[in-house]
């Protein structure tokens, strides 16, 4: 009884207690609370290790480059962007991990990133089971459209087919392909048989290498074996579809061979400004590339890009066409944001259709069919100084087509089905 008399007596006291506990944690929280409302976070989902880190680093370098612009400018409708970076690996596996936990854990409203195909077909399911939103950079075969993705590469009728056209038409009739072993190349490589088919050109070659190979020794005997089926067969044009550091072996293994630009001319599709970096100049001039973007366009827009981007990286840093890409992606979003007045990704992938941006590489507008963009095809010749000299461009932007009309949309579904269950389940061949 005297017990309960005394923890009776003593309930005041704990209740003024309580009252002050509460008091000192609201204070301790609602800085951060506010701090949580203050900001907008966006993923950024590149491979930072591994066999594609060459190519993805400076895509991640171009993209905080615009977050950092547009927070130096008040942000968006009054809130900094905070952007979230993980590492995808290089390993499909890790980016599907990965693009889940940006989503469900790390509350992103955007997410930007990928390279390649096998990559983002692994991801776009997952991004269309939560209804998010994500900016694919990179130029690849089509064959794909997602109402969850805003892709600002190039589609095949950006890249792909006008270059192989002018390729016809200025380097000669013979083509060998080389490539990486997963989507992109093999659809890329059928978009090619199709255009040759119809005219007086053929396809006298065909290789393929691992895109992530398990031992790089073995990846350099295939180029090898690779480059002498080149000589033997003694092809016009190589069409090159590697993708990632295979890129030095491959060029390297080129030249051992004596095969140069002024005996056997390669035009490339996913080889820029950043990947040259890690070649001899002097193995490389007179060579091609295909994109919408190259360092060297004059324009006043692509000035401020380069100059900006060499002062926050380094003035030896170069920029490439996904980094571009990357780059007015969010300066897109960032507007659409604007005009939604929200975040949310449901109420931005309405406003993003249709916008138009003056970028670097000229007048990109999001088309609203599709998700893809309206982009400038070019092709550039590899200069003595590392850089790209364009020799041809489609002067105006080109409407973005992912389904290449020589065959029809349910053709091209089942190739990539059937290439998916040859690969047990996989978007790039198992070594």
Same mark, same amino acid.
């Given at each position: 009884?005297?017990?309960?008399?005394?923890?009776?007596?003593?309930?005041?006291?704990?209740?003024?207690?309580?009252? $002050?506990? *509460?008091?000192?944690? %609201?204070?301790?929280?609602?800085?951060?609370?506010?701090? &949580? !409302?203050? @900001?907008?976070?966006?993923?950024?989902?590149?491979?930072?290790?591994?066999?594609?880190?060459?190519?993805?680093?400076?895509?991640?370098?171009?993209?905080?480059?615009?977050?950092?612009?547009?927070?130096?400018?008040?942000?968006?409708?009054?809130?900094?962007?905070?952007? $979230?970076? *993980?590492?995808?690996? %290089?390993?499909?596996?890790?980016?599907?991990?990965?693009? &889940? !936990?940006? @989503?469900?854990?790390?509350?992103?409203?955007?997410?930007?990133?990928?390279?390649?195909?096998?990559?983002?077909?692994?991801?776009?399911?997952?991004?269309?089971?939560?209804?998010?939103?994500?900016?694919?950079?990179?130029?690849?075969?089509?064959?794909?459209?997602?109402?969850?993705? *805003?892709?600002?590469?190039?589609?095949?009728?950006?890249?792909?087919?006008?270059?192989? !056209?002018?390729?016809?038409?200025?380097?000669?009739?013979?083509?060998?392909?080389?490539?990486?072993?997963?989507?992109?190349?093999?659809?890329?490589?059928?978009?090619?048989?199709?255009?040759?088919?119809?005219?007086?050109?053929?396809?006298?070659?065909?290789?393929?290498?691992?895109?992530?190979?398990?031992?790089?020794?073995?990846?350099?005997?295939?180029?090898?074996?690779?480059?002498?089926?080149?000589?033997?067969?003694?092809?016009?044009?190589?069409?090159?579809?590697?993708?990632?550091?295979?890129?030095?072996?491959?060029?390297?293994?080129?030249?051992?061979?004596?095969?140069?630009?002024?005996?056997?001319?390669?035009?490339?599709?996913?080889?820029?400004?950043?990947?040259?970096?890690?070649?001899?100049?002097?193995?490389?001039?007179?060579?091609?590339?295909?994109?919408?973007?190259?360092?060297?366009?004059?324009?006043?827009?692509?000035?401020?890009?380069?100059?900006?981007?060499?002062?926050?990286?380094?003035?030896?840093?170069?920029?490439?066409?996904?980094?571009?890409?990357?780059?007015?992606?969010?300066?897109?979003?960032?507007?659409?944001?604007?005009?939604?007045?929200?975040?949310?990704?449901?109420?931005?992938?309405?406003?993003?259709?249709?916008?138009?941006?003056?970028?670097?590489?000229?007048?990109?507008?999001?088309?609203?069919?599709?998700?893809?963009?309206?982009?400038?095809?070019?092709?550039?010749?590899?200069?003595?100084?590392?850089?790209?000299?364009?020799?041809?461009?489609?002067?105006?932007?080109?409407?973005?087509?992912?389904?290449?009309?020589?065959?029809?949309?349910?053709?091209?579904?089942?190739?990539?089905?059937?290439?998916?269950?040859?690969?047990?389940?996989?978007?790039?061949?198992?070594?």
């Amino acid at each position: 009884m005297n017990y309960y008399f005394r923890a009776s007596q003593s309930l005041p006291y704990i209740g003024l207690l309580a009252f $002050v506990l *509460i008091l000192i944690g %609201s204070i301790l929280f609602i800085p951060s609370m506010l701090t &949580e !409302r203050s @900001i907008i976070r966006v993923g950024i989902l590149h491979s930072l290790t591994g066999a594609m880190a060459i190519s993805e680093k400076p895509v991640v370098n171009a993209t905080l480059l615009a977050i950092k612009e547009l927070n130096n400018n008040g942000g968006i409708l009054g809130k900094q962007i905070k952007p $979230v970076i *993980i590492d995808g690996q %290089s390993d499909n596996r890790v980016f599907a991990k990965e693009v &889940e !936990r940006l @989503i469900t854990e790390k509350k992103v409203d955007a997410i930007f990133g990928c390279w390649t195909s096998s990559c983002r077909k692994i991801i776009k399911p997952i991004v269309e089971k939560y209804q998010h939103i994500f900016f694919y950079p990179v130029q690849y075969e089509g064959l794909e459209q997602s109402k969850n993705i *805003i892709y600002t590469g190039a589609t095949p009728n950006q890249q792909i087919i006008p270059a192989i !056209r002018w390729a016809m038409d200025n380097l000669g009739q013979r083509f060998f392909l080389v490539s990486s072993d997963y989507i992109f190349p093999r659809a890329a490589n059928q978009i090619i048989h199709d255009i040759v088919i119809n005219s007086t050109a053929e396809v006298i070659g065909e290789e393929y290498i691992p895109l992530h190979p398990h031992n790089p020794e073995q990846q350099t005997i295939k180029i090898q074996k690779m480059v002498q089926k080149i000589l033997s067969s003694n092809p016009d044009v190589i069409v090159n579809t590697i993708n990632g550091d295979s890129n030095v072996i491959f060029f390297e293994q080129l030249a051992a061979a004596g095969i140069y630009a002024d005996k056997i001319p390669v035009i490339s599709f996913s080889l820029g400004e950043n990947e040259l970096q890690y070649l001899d100049k002097n193995l490389m001039q007179g060579h091609y590339s295909a994109w919408n973007y190259f360092q060297s366009i004059k324009s006043e827009q692509n000035k401020k890009f380069v100059a900006a981007y060499q002062q926050e990286f380094g003035h030896n840093s170069v920029v490439s066409d996904p980094m571009e890409s990357a780059y007015y992606g969010v300066l897109i979003w960032a507007e659409a944001v604007f005009a939604a007045q929200s975040s949310k990704p449901s109420q931005v992938l309405e406003d993003i259709m249709g916008h138009g941006y003056k970028a670097p590489e000229g007048m990109v507008i999001i088309e609203p069919k599709n998700r893809h963009t309206w982009k400038t095809a070019r092709i550039a010749r590899i200069n003595k100084n590392g850089q790209f000299s364009i020799v041809w461009d489609s002067v105006y932007p080109i409407k973005p087509k992912p389904y290449p009309s020589s065959r029809t949309q349910e053709e091209w579904q089942h190739y990539l089905e059937s290439l998916y269950q040859q690969w047990d389940g996989n978007w790039e061949a198992p070594q």
